[in-house]
């Protein structure tokens, strides 16, 4: 009888072990789909999207790519997309009239000679035609121009002042020049490699508030940091890590956006404010990036393939709200495979963000249609995006073409 018993309680014992580890495995299971769905719960509660509503194309001659990057200006209520190229000895802005969908207008500026103000790293920025922003290739040469190529003023900004700040002005599409009730914001260029700990340290934009008609007549400082990882030479993304966006807010604070990094800062002269705001398409932590990532180039383009990143910020001022580009993880990929061609043809997704960081949505796009290095485009009509990805099957090489977009309430 006691043994009987016994038995009888060592296999309740196992019994009720074997039913708790089922009850565990199971709800750890249901902790697991409920996790993996969440995002996806949450995308069903957004009643924000964006809704394709119609196709633009832009007819452009032989001396523009069909690549080339555009900005957005209106002149006498006219919108415009303009874009730069250097031409034989001249600096040349396009304007093409995004109403009538063709080429408007033109002016030169000349690289050499006594008006001559070199070339441009990226697009120059057009305030108005009497208001024409240049930074000088590889000199820290600020010039104010107008259409006719007058040069109405011309800064150069000391690299070293009392204060051993070093200031090395560009523009580069990520970090493209602005401007603001006097004031330009530039990037800074450290003249560190990117692939050491040094180079994270250094700020990451240089504001100038000018007064005209002095060429001395400015001052400068420094603002933005990079995220700490990167100042603990902790290089996720390696080669392609660095990667910044700014745009400005409606008060003139700076917002950046980081490749491996799920927040989105924002900076003024005295405070950096952290958002986290993480893609439903991203793990929740970058992974530690292997030994010898940031002298790797290949390296480096494995790990965003196989991680995803945040790619481009932008600043819609029509609609109030932000847009932050994030490219999908493709899946493992062998070292000996990689090509930089990789990192053209994800899918990704925009995310919608309000003023005051709130995700608002996230949309998805298929791999292979829009191309994402090049600039979205913000217009009161709509959000431009360049539908023209090298394996597009609409791509033709003799017009720019866009798909515009509108925010829309998903709501019923």
Not at 103 to 114: I, T
Not at 223 to 241: A, M, N, T
Not at 306 to 323: R, S, T, W
Not at 390 to 399: A, I
Request: charged share 20%; with cysteine; glycine share 4%.
């Amino acid at each position: 009888m006691y043994f009987e018993t016994r038995y009888q309680m060592m296999c309740i014992r196992h019994l009720n072990l074997w039913t708790a580890g089922i009850l565990v495995a199971f709800t750890l299971w249901i902790n697991a789909c409920d996790r993996s769905s969440s995002s996806h719960a949450e995308m069903l509660k957004y009643t924000t999207s964006l809704a394709a509503i119609d196709t633009i194309y832009i007819p452009i001659d032989e001396r523009v790519a069909f690549n080339s990057g555009t900005r957005y200006y209106t002149f006498n209520e006219t919108p415009y997309l303009y874009t730069y190229l250097k031409h034989k000895d001249q600096n040349v802005f396009i304007f093409y009239d995004l109403h009538k969908q063709d080429y408007s207008f033109e002016f030169s500026l000349d690289q050499q000679g006594p008006l001559g103000v070199g070339t441009s790293a990226y697009i120059p920025l057009v305030v108005n035609m009497d208001s024409i922003f240049f930074i000088r290739r590889h000199s820290n040469r600020l010039y104010l121009l107008d259409s006719s190529a007058h040069i109405k003023d011309r800064w150069q900004i000391e690299q070293t002042t009392t204060a051993k700040e070093i200031y090395r002005i560009h523009a580069e599409r990520k970090m493209p020049m602005l401007f603001r009730h006097s004031t330009i914001y530039c990037g800074h260029r450290t003249g560190l490699l990117n692939e050491r700990k040094e180079f994270y340290a250094e700020p990451l934009e240089v504001i100038i508030s000018l007064a005209l008609n002095d060429p001395s007549g400015y001052q400068a400082h420094l603002r933005g940091s990079y995220p700490d990882f990167l100042q603990q030479g902790i290089f996720k993304g390696g080669k392609v890590g660095h990667q910044v966006d700014r745009v400005l807010d409606a008060r003139g604070n700076s917002i950046y956006s980081f490749g491996f990094d799920h927040h989105i800062y924002q900076t003024d002269d005295s405070l950096q404010r952290s958002y986290f705001l993480p893609s439903q398409y991203l793990e929740d932590d970058f992974p530690i990036p292997p030994k010898g990532i940031e002298d790797h180039l290949e390296m480096s383009i494995q790990y965003a393939c196989e991680n995803g990143l945040y790619f481009a910020l932008i600043y819609d001022p029509f609609q109030k709200v932000y847009y932050r580009t994030v490219l999908h993880p493709r899946g493992p990929v062998s070292l000996s495979e990689v090509t930089i061609s990789m990192l053209w043809d994800l899918a990704f997704s925009i995310q919608i963000i309000s003023e005051d960081f709130k995700m608002l949505a996230e949309v998805t796009f298929p791999a292979n249609t829009f191309n994402y290095f090049l600039p979205f485009i913000p217009t009161p009509q709509g959000l431009l995006l360049p539908y023209m990805h090298e394996q597009n099957p609409d791509l033709k090489e003799d017009r720019f073409a866009y798909i515009r977009y509108q925010l829309v309430d998903t709501k019923e």
